[in-house]
């Protein structure tokens, strides 16, 4: 079992429309939580950092979850330059590693 | 942007050479990290450095070899390259190694023939 999973979609939403994404991690000792974002060739750069108190970033929201050990990014009204992949970032405490999930592509359509 | 390069960002190169890869940095960060990209994978950790000399294997360590003699280079070494390693490699530095940014290089682009 891979230590942080997510769903690799692709999600087709219109635009307008709310995305959810959710992601698991294996690991209880996990310690600090991530959601980057990755354009097609590009190299990935952090989304939004996520808190135990969940957290929002203008249409950006992500929550953690560390008794089921999930969390999840919500992307209100969509637009097309939303369109990338989301990728799920995970450290554990004790060591110096950021694991990341293979990403979840994103489609947004005219 | 964070102050990353990585050299070359193409590489096409035959089964069997060696191959090195430069990550450089500007930002003064502790922690540096390699990782490879391949569809399907997502990007898995190779090796990682917590400071000079001072270095890591990841998940997917076997046949490459890194080094860091100062704070701003970490190079990755394909000792004897395969076409199992034709991938996109990303450089990375974080000024915390657990609870901060990870900055990312542009990636270099390597092909095994």
């Known amino acids: 079992r891979k230590e942080v999973e997510q769903d690799p979609g692709p999600f087709n939403v219109p635009e307008g429309a709310t995305v959810a994404f959710n992601c698991t991690y294996s690991n209880s000792a996990s310690q600090s939580f991530f959601w980057y974002r990755q354009d097609c060739r590009k190299e990935p750069k952090l989304l939004m950092s996520v808190y135990s108190s969940g957290n929002e970033d203008g249409r950006f929201t992500a929550q953690l979850n560390r008794a089921s050990q999930y969390i999840s990014l919500l992307i209100r009204d969509s637009k097309l330059s939303d369109s990338a992949t989301y990728l799920c970032v995970v450290t554990v405490a004790g060591t110096y590693k950021y694991i990341f999930g293979t990403g979840t592509r994103l489609k947004v359509l005219a | 942007d964070a102050g990353i390069t990585q050299s070359p960002r193409h590489k096409v190169t035959e089964t069997g050479t060696p191959v090195t890869l430069r990550c450089h940095q500007t930002?003064?960060?502790?922690?540096m990290y390699w990782y490879r990209q391949d569809p399907g994978h997502g990007l898995r950790l190779i090796h990682y450095s917590y400071g000079v000399k001072d270095t890591d294997k990841g998940e997917v360590s076997d046949g490459y070899s890194v080094s860091r003699s100062k704070t701003e280079d970490f190079l990755l070494t394909l000792e004897s390259a395969t076409s199992s390693q034709t991938s996109v490699y990303f450089c990375?530095?974080?000024?915390?190694?657990?609870?901060?940014?990870?900055?990312f290089g542009e990636g270099s682009r390597l092909t095994v023939l």
């Open positions: 990375a530095i974080s000024p915390t190694g657990d609870t901060g940014e990870l900055f």
């Open positions: 930002e003064n960060h502790r922690y």
